[in-house]
């Protein structure tokens, strides 16, 4: 048995020190000193001192814990890897958690149904990709899959048409089958299925019509027949028909284009 002989306060608020028969034994918080009723005189026995290292290490790592989850959700496995990263032991991790998720402050599904609601709404992504994202924040499959079932599919197919739009406008200057490729591309990229994006594509103007088509054409006729200008006429023209057609240019917009090209001029 020994002796509580001095409690002190240390420099950091809310930490004690504790000394048993005259020596430092021990640092622990506010809230371990209450819980145990320390106090100058009382006898611990080896077993009860290794209680209450026990209680100010959870004490400490559950602190952390708060802290982290203080701004945003977390998942369990995030909590878990944060723990980690701060060299508390596994054993201590888990008493954490354990107290976390039965003071409901720490719940994958909830954090699950959260991501995917704010998806939809900000930095909007399609089904595939916030799946990847839960998958790796550390949530089981049956979990996301859960979540997920919120998403309904007119609700993708109206992010999906935002997405399209934003991103038409973006390519407004490259030919029309270029542009449907990017769309689709960028929506697919997001996360959607091909199927979403096809039908996001109907339902915004994609297609440029004949004016806009050959006014881009031209654009980038002008632009690479400047940069081919040290060729003879006769290669230049063939070198920029062929960079036309590779960027999606068919047809009467390609020809107009070239059409109006000074094959001649250096400058």
């Not at 034994?25 to 026990?54: N, Y």
């Not at 490259?174 to 490729?181: G, K, Y």
């Not at 299925?193 to 004016?211: G, K, P, Q, R």
């Not at 003879?232 to 047809?251: E, H, I, N, T, W």
Request: charged share 30%; proline share 1%; glycine share 4%.
């Amino acid at each position: 048995m020994k002796k509580i002989t001095r409690i002190s306060t240390q420099k950091r608020a809310g930490r004690y020190n504790i000394e048993l028969d005259g020596h430092f034994a021990f640092g622990l918080s506010e809230a371990v000193l209450a819980k145990f009723g320390l106090m100058k005189g009382r006898t611990l026995d080896e077993a009860l001192i290794a209680q209450i290292k026990e209680a100010d290490q959870v004490d400490q790592a559950l602190k952390i814990a708060l802290n982290y989850l203080s701004p945003a959700l977390r998942t369990v496995a995030q909590v878990r890897q944060k723990l980690s990263q701060k060299e508390v032991s596994a054993a201590i991790a888990d008493q954490v958690v354990d107290y976390l998720q039965k003071q409901q402050l720490l719940d994958d599904a909830s954090y699950a149904q959260h991501y995917v609601a704010t998806k939809k709404r900000i930095q909007p992504k399609g089904p595939r990709v916030i799946a990847q994202d839960l998958h790796q924040a550390g949530v089981a499959e049956a979990t996301i899959e859960s979540a997920l079932l919120s998403y309904s599919a007119e609700e993708q197919l109206a992010v999906a048409v935002k997405l399209a739009e934003k991103a038409a406008r973006s390519h407004r200057r490259d030919a029309a089958l270029v542009r449907r490729q990017k769309v689709t591309q960028a929506l697919v990229q997001k996360g959607f299925s091909f199927e979403i994006a096809e039908e996001a594509l109907t339902a915004v103007t994609v297609e440029a019509d004949a004016n806009e088509e050959a006014e881009n054409a031209l654009r980038q006729a002008e632009k690479m027949a400047h940069r081919q200008r040290r060729l003879s006429p006769k290669a230049r023209y063939y070198q920029v028909k062929q960079k036309l057609y590779a960027k999606g240019f068919r047809g009467t917009a390609l020809e107009q284009a070239l059409d109006q090209i000074d094959w001649e001029a250096t400058d």
